[in-house]
């Protein structure tokens, strides 16, 4: 795992040797074992490429980047793994490759050499890279199926510049730019970010999942980005229950047994739920002998612990467990680290929870950890997506079938038959009916600590961003949803959170869920096997972990997910209310009289107060030096 930089200009060298060199030195995190650069003129202009090195594979300076291909064509920066490269490079060796090293970095350059971008298609792996082709003049920057792997880019003033990290486009630029306030106000109001190309900073732009960028270097111009990979929803597979659970459990012991190959200590987070006992309990069941070390966050409030889940899984599988506690000052002491290491706002204070994790991991000498992010996206977990369930049922006119499986799904706990419903009706109405309905109901966009006037002013959309129903997910609504909470509006912000907390601390963070052709083949599978017709969520999955996993960890129905007291830590960190204004620039996105009533009446969840807070320190880090 590592740190990637680099730029692309027409302009003379002036200060980019200082800068790349910064760049290096602001991504050291994310690779602290080697760095190396280079720069290159091609077709008239400069290329300048950094690299920083966390060695996980072949730890010898072989694996030095950025790498040259033995003809000189070709120039490659790499984050990542690619968990297949043994099979691929014994498949480019037959083609006559030969190979100088044991790096997975050199297997991929051969295998952009050999087949250009039809190789992605190839890989499996987490990958975010940069190759130069100096005979056709191009640039391409790639980023991995689900977006695993960071990949930011700004282009201006005749330069272009990418980073795993925003930090990083901001030591090679040389200034921080403007913040983006429709980004702001999308997260403050909605909750939503990290779901297009645009982030928190105006001309700074990400890399999407599974998608490619290139640059003609001649002329400083890029393309559009190209999606290069999009799972198909429409062709339902035939297999029976038993069958596709067969193949399910194959698929996941693959990725998990492909994921464990490392040269360094390996260990799993480990929350208590299905997903990651599974995966702890299938690093055991693939290899009985190993070493295997588990990290938990264990909350000090009982209501909120899995700890008995936990104690459980690391007693079947005879694990070294690590549990991590957090005093209840901790995340004011931390906070300006964690928000920097994220580098931009972040959804709740769970996120801290999971940066101790990290800072636990670094501690105890692992080097790799196994997650189980992906799977509720992937296997239609959380509280089983019913809106798209009764919406595929309505679809194919299963009136009937519609309403027994909002009955049953709403027998499960925490679930209520009118949030089914509220759920199922937003599928029904358009961006601009729901703003209409929400007018009508007296619910505004735009609350009161929000600045009306600033709002107008720059144009912001008030509307709250949706993902469009398409015709071709016509009957198969919740798998058009998972897909997109993979790609677009879920997973995504999860996946960030996990790259920045575990590359602060110099941990490869791995997902043996979201491996493609794991995801290819449930998002063919029947809904019912997914989400069943009685509102239990995984199924199939559940099933096809059996024997593996302790059964009653498979058919508990009490998960209660990574939580933290929220509303204790707030607390702790206070207001937002602040008497000395005059000392403190505040966001003009806010209206300070409002945000002073809410502060003062706590008139807010747990999750709004956090959301305001988050911003106000984020942007105090950043443009109030």
């Not at 090679?172 to 982030?199: F, I, M, R």
Request: glycine share 8%; aromatic share 10%; hydrophobic share 35%.
């Amino acid at each position: 795992m590592c740190g990637i930089a680099g730029s692309a200009s027409i302009k003379g060298p002036g200060e980019r040797n200082n800068r790349l060199s910064q760049a290096i030195e602001v991504l050291r995190h994310r690779g602290p074992d080697d760095s190396g650069a280079c720069e290159f003129n091609v077709k008239g202009s400069r290329v300048s490429l950094c690299h920083t090195r966390l060695s996980i594979i072949d730890l010898s300076s072989d694996g030095r980047q950025p790498m040259e291909s033995t003809c000189g064509r070709f120039v490659i920066v790499f984050n990542g793994e690619i968990y297949n490269y043994q099979e691929l490079r014994i498949e480019l060796m037959a083609l006559g490759i030969r190979f100088q090293t044991q790096t997975d970095t050199e297997v991929l350059l051969a295998a952009w050499k050999q087949w250009g971008e039809k190789c992605l298609r190839r890989l499996d792996g987490m990958f975010a890279f940069v190759v130069c082709d100096k005979a056709e003049g191009k640039l391409y920057c790639v980023r991995d199926y689900f977006g695993i792997k960071p990949l930011y880019y700004s282009f201006r003033d005749g330069e272009f510049i990418f980073s795993s990290e925003i930090s990083g486009l901001i030591a090679l630029a040389g200034e921080t730019p403007s913040p983006n306030w429709q980004q702001a106000y999308n997260y403050l109001v909605h909750g939503t970010y990290d779901n297009s190309e645009n982030t928190f900073f105006s001309e700074v732009f990400q890399i999407l999942p599974a998608s490619l960028l290139a640059l003609d270097i001649q002329s400083i111009r890029i393309s559009e980005q190209t999606r290069w990979w999009n799972p198909q929803i429409v062709v339902e597979s035939q297999d029976s229950y038993s069958d596709a659970t067969d193949t399910i459990r194959a698929l996941f012991l693959r990725a998990v047994r492909r994921q464990m190959r490392s040269d360094v200590p390996i260990g799993a987070t480990l929350s208590g739920g299905t997903d990651s006992s599974s995966i702890v309990c299938a690093m055991r069941h693939l290899e009985p002998n190993q070493p295997l070390h588990t990290f938990s966050y264990i909350p000090s409030d009982d209501r909120i612990s899995e700890k008995r889940w936990i104690d459980k899984v690391n007693l079947k599988t005879d694990a070294n467990p690590h549990l991590i506690e957090i005093s209840s000052n901790s995340l004011s002491i931390n906070l300006t680290d964690l928000i920097r290491s994220q580098g931009e706002p972040f959804g709740t204070t769970s996120i801290y929870a999971q940066y101790e994790i990290f800072r636990a991991v670094r501690n105890a000498g692992i080097t790799v950890t196994l997650d189980g992010q992906g799977a509720d996206e992937l296997l239609g977990g959380y509280l089983g997506y019913p809106g798209e369930r009764i919406r595929s049922h309505l679809d194919k006119g299963q009136v009937l079938d519609a309403f027994r499986f909002l009955a049953n799904w709403a027998k499960w706990p925490d679930r209520r038959i009118r949030d089914a419903l509220f759920l199922t009706g937003q599928l029904y109405l358009s961006p601009n009916l729901n703003r209409l309905a929400r007018k009508v109901w007296g619910r505004s966009f735009i609350p009161n600590w929000i600045s009306d006037e600033f709002v107008e002013g720059q144009h912001i959309s008030i509307t709250e961003p949706r993902y469009q129903l398409s015709s071709e997910g016509k009957g198969r609504r919740l798998s058009e949803r998972l897909r997109n909470s993979l790609i677009f509006r879920g997973l995504p912000g999860l996946l960030r959170h996990a790259d920045r907390n575990s590359m602060h601390f110099s941990i490869e963070n791995r997902v043996p869920f979201l491996t493609p052709d794991f995801a290819e083949y449930v998002l063919s599978l029947p809904e019912h096997y997914l989400v069943s017709n009685k509102g239990e969520t995984k199924l199939i999955f559940r099933t096809a972990m059996e024997g593996i996993v302790p059964k009653d960890i498979l058919t508990r129905k009490d998960k209660i997910g990574l939580q933290t007291p929220e509303s204790n830590w707030m607390n702790r960190l206070g207001t937002f209310d602040r008497p000395d204004r005059g000392q403190y620039k505040l966001p003009p996105i806010f209206d300070y009289t409002g945000l002073s009533e809410v502060s003062r009446s706590r008139s807010f969840s747990d999750s709004m107060h956090w959301r305001i807070w988050n911003y106000l320190k984020w942007h105090e880090i950043f443009y109030d030096k």
